[in-house]
């Protein structure tokens, strides 16, 4: 082992998954929230952090985003996962003996259609691993668990029906967060610039803000918002494009960005993982 990477939830989660699969030189660390996973790597517990942020079927992790500007993290890479969900039961239990299927509320709805089509109700749980190790301890037939091969490996669950997520592109994006920034590499496909910013109270400020990367050729993927300090008038922006900021057109378009901002911060440069195209 070469050091800890945290994650969000109990052995045998997604994220646990994720780990494995990035970082398999790695120990994983099993936090309770996304708060103590940030907290661990910054208070040095953990070397790196395994944080998800969003699932092409269900869209943004809940408040992630509003978490990492505040983190006193950085982002050193990005890892694509996909994420075949299955149904887990008791030794012995057989599908139509299912009632509830017990999940994290982000994995529910991508599974919709296959608990309507079984008539299993769907039971919000606060970890897919948790899950599997709560319906494993009930030995309850009628209980099942929708989670990972890996959760029915730990907690010696049979899984009933496998991959029934109804995408069957169904991946979650993972950022990889340790304490110091790392901008001296670059990728074989390209590289990835997160940062977040407040702009200007002035009109039309945002889209004076964004017209620096138009007009540099610069792709933006991702641009949310989210209102910070409790009020409705305070809005940061969090945003991903590809490239590198010592990329002159990345420069310019960074340049020009600060212009209209208040505030301007880098959360990461990092190789595009393959997956991502």
Do not use: W
């Amino acid at each position: 082992m070469t050091g800890k990477i945290a994650f969000q939830g109990e052995p045998g989660a997604y994220s646990h998954q994720a780990c494995i699969a990035a970082r398999p030189g790695y120990e994983p660390l099993p936090c309770a929230t996304f708060e103590d996973a940030v907290e661990a790597v910054r208070l040095g517990k953990a070397d790196l952090g395994m944080i998800a942020v969003e699932n092409s079927t269900y869209g943004r992790v809940a408040d992630v985003h509003s978490l990492l500007p505040k983190s006193g993290l950085h982002i050193i890479d990005e890892a694509f996962v996909r994420v075949h969900v299955n149904l887990l039961g008791v030794p012995g239990a057989t599908t139509d003996q299912v009632q509830c299927a017990h999940g994290h509320p982000v994995i529910l709805p991508q599974v919709a259609s296959f608990l309507k089509q079984h008539g299993i109700k769907g039971v919000v749980s606060s970890d897919n691993a948790r899950a599997a190790r709560e319906v494993a301890q009930g030995g309850d037939p009628s209980q099942a668990a929708l989670a990972s091969e890996l959760a029915a490996d730990i907690y010696g669950l049979t899984v009933l029906e496998r991959h029934i997520e109804d995408n069957d592109t169904n991946t979650t994006r993972f950022l990889v967060m340790t304490r110091d920034i790392d901008m001296t590499r670059r990728g074989d496909h390209g590289m990835i610039t997160s940062f977040v910013f407040n702009v200007r109270n002035i009109p039309a400020a945002l889209y004076k803000a964004m017209g620096g990367f138009a007009t540099n050729g610069v792709n933006m993927t991702k641009l949310e918002s989210y209102m910070v300090g409790g009020t409705f008038t305070a809005t940061q922006f969090y945003a991903d494009i590809e490239g590198h900021p010592d990329d002159p057109p990345v420069a310019r378009a960074l340049e020009e960005l600060r212009y209209f901002t208040t505030e301007t911060r880098i959360l990461g440069v990092y190789p595009a993982d393959p997956r991502r195209h």
